[in-house]
């Protein structure tokens, strides 16, 4: 019996033995010294009901075709930020469905005039910043941080938005003073800020003092999601894929059935300060804002 054998040593384990024979060949001698440092290791956890295995580094079987793929410094971060988080809010999350068919069909109608006049086009994001920040300065009590056991209610409207970037990590640009632009200033400045962080290009200043944040899972058609709260925040927003529905319209003469364009907001937040009242009727309020937007505005 050969010792890889006898020690109960899998195929996939010993394959991950470095050999220091011909062409890298795996001797008896390489299989004796892997063994004196295996026996060093502590033994695995048993396995049985209600027992999870540890993820810490090098505790994972690898397969045969496993790639390994280390992560880089802002994956790094990302990943210790968002751990943190979780570990230290506990997150709960609400959700509306809103009628934004007023919305679509504004800028429908004004997108191509805007991209010739202000050379940039133009998304729902920024209406998403003007009722988002119209929202929290009627509800400052999501508008807020926490530090230890103390409520800071932020004055300033800074809204931080998630860009996803080629590299497969994402950046949180943030626009600051949100509640005192127009909309064309929302939308020159949300433009400036997702080319530089595309183009790796931001400043310091722009990626910090948000207090409020929005995750747009619509760019990717999801229809809804459930962020992690950006700390020391305490909620964060998700916009869903805008998409037609049927649905029922109240009329003097009864209801009918129209085509709508729906989407659906949610609301994670941080339950130590924001309770189920405050974090439903800011979203609540929020949907009232986009379903309320002007089709005959003009910027």
């Keep these: 019996m050969s010792i890889a054998a006898r020690e109960n040593i899998?195929?996939?384990?010993?394959?991950?033995?470095?050999?220091?024979?011909?062409?890298?060949?795996?001797?008896?001698?390489?299989?004796l010294k892997y063994l004196e440092t295996r026996s060093k290791q502590p033994a695995a956890p048993e396995k049985g009901p209600g027992r999870k295995p540890e993820q810490g580094r090098g505790t994972i079987t690898?397969?045969?075709?496993?790639?390994?793929?280390?992560?880089?410094?802002?994956?790094k971060l990302i990943a210790e930020h968002m751990v943190m988080s979780k570990h230290t809010a506990p997150h709960v999350t609400n959700f509306v469905e809103a009628d934004v068919t007023g919305l679509v069909m504004w800028r429908d109608k004004i997108k191509d005039e805007f991209l010739k006049r202000e050379k940039i086009k133009l998304t729902f994001m920024p209406a998403f910043l003007e009722a988002t920040a119209k929202a929290l300065k009627e509800y400052p009590g999501v508008n807020a941080s926490v530090d230890g056991d103390r409520i800071i209610l932020r004055k300033n409207v800074n809204i931080g938005f998630?860009?996803?970037?080629?590299?497969?990590?994402?950046?949180?640009?943030?626009?600051k003073n949100a509640d005192q632009k127009s909309l064309v200033g929302l939308a020159?400045?949300?433009?400036?800020?997702?080319?530089?962080?595309?183009?790796?290009?931001?400043?310091p200043d722009d990626i910090q003092g948000g207090t409020f944040t929005i995750s747009n899972f619509g760019t990717f058609r999801n229809?809804?999601?459930?962020?992690?709260?950006?700390?020391?925040?305490?909620?964060?927003?998700?916009?869903?894929?805008?998409?037609?529905?049927?649905?029922?319209?109240?009329?003097?003469?009864?209801?009918?059935?129209?085509?709508?364009?729906?989407?659906?907001?949610?609301?994670?937040?941080?339950?130590?300060?924001?309770?189920?009242a405050l974090g439903g009727m800011f979203l609540r309020r929020l949907a009232d804002l986009l379903e309320e937007f002007d089709m005959d505005r003009i910027v």
């Design 62 to 75: 690898l397969q045969p075709g496993d790639t390994i793929v280390e992560m880089d410094r802002m994956r």
């Design 223 to 276: 229809i809804t999601g459930t962020p992690v709260i950006n700390q020391p925040q305490v909620a964060i927003l998700a916009t869903g894929n805008i998409e037609k529905k049927p649905a029922v319209i109240e009329t003097p003469t009864g209801d009918v059935i129209a085509i709508r364009h729906k989407m659906i907001l949610s609301l994670s937040y941080d339950h130590r300060v924001v309770d189920g």
């Design 188 to 203: 020159v400045e949300l433009s400036r800020l997702s080319e530089a962080a595309r183009n790796s290009t931001l400043s």
């Design 10 to 31: 899998p195929g996939v384990e010993l394959d991950s033995i470095t050999g220091s024979g011909t062409n890298g060949r795996v001797r008896k001698q390489d299989v």
């Design 162 to 175: 998630a860009v996803a970037l080629k590299s497969g990590n994402l950046i949180v640009p943030v626009l």
